[in-house]
């Protein structure tokens, strides 16, 4: 998670990208807006120039995401993918030029909840993935409060970025996925530290 994630992220926006990955303006759930309709064909080369995000695109992806956490099903699942400059930022700058992404959320009001995102791409690791997190958090004009701590979850190296943007307080967890072929991330978005860690939780 937030690379112009899931264009229902939760995650911080910065000019070039926003992360999650993760991945809304005003950290709102875009899943509370009106829907943006996207189809595209997935056996096809990328578009940098398209919205390509629409349900089922990338199942094996989307089947990453936990059916539940504390046995509550997400509001919206779907998955994507992204491959120019402009939504990868640094990521693009360190050899990754095309990522695809499934995700799900789990609303909790109507600013706040949880986003699970799982990533892959050429050269994408959770390092890179959470560097440019941990960037696009420092470029976003009203973010503050930024503090980025390592950690491990399940025995595997961690990132957790919190940060606040206005009123808004919002955590980014990233680390590699058990079989070392996924980039898994949890964005919390005004919620408490026990949900958060059941959202991490979900994943293992």
């Known amino acids: 998670m937030p690379i112009r994630l899931p264009r229902r992220s939760l995650v911080v ?10 991945l809304g303006a005003g950290l709102l759930l875009a899943a509370c807006a ?7 064909d997935p056996a096809s080369p990328c578009d940098p120039a398209a919205n390509e995000q629409m349900k089922g695109s990338y199942p094996d992806l989307e089947a990453r995401i936990p ?32 990522i695809r992404f499934g995700g799900g959320i789990w609303r ?10 799982a990533f892959e791409g050429n050269g994408l690791t959770a390092a890179v993935l959470a560097e440019e ?7 976003a004009e009203r973010t503050e409060a ?6 491990t979850i399940a025995g595997r190296p961690a990132w957790r970025i919190d940060l606040v943007d ?10 590699g996925s058990a079989d070392g072929a996924a980039v898994q991330v949890v964005v919390a978005t005004d919620v408490d530290e026990a949900q958060l860690q059941a959202a991490i939780a979900a994943y293992r």
Do not use: H, M
């Open 166 to 175: 206005g009123a808004s307080r919002q955590a980014v967890v990233v680390w």
């Open 108 to 117: 909790a009001g109507d600013s706040a909840g949880i986003q699970l995102t």
């Open 13 to 22: 926006r910065r000019p070039a990208i926003a992360l999650a990955l993760v």
């Open 133 to 139: 997190n941990r960037l696009a958090a420092e470029a």
């Open 67 to 98: 059916t539940t956490i504390d046995d509550r099903t997400a509001d919206s699942r779907d998955s994507g993918r992204f491959c120019s400059k402009e939504t990868l930022g640094s990521i693009y700058d360190a050899g990754v030029t095309e």
């Open 34 to 40: 009106p829907a943006i309709e996207s189809s595209f």
């Open 146 to 151: 930024v503090k980025t701590t390592t950690l």
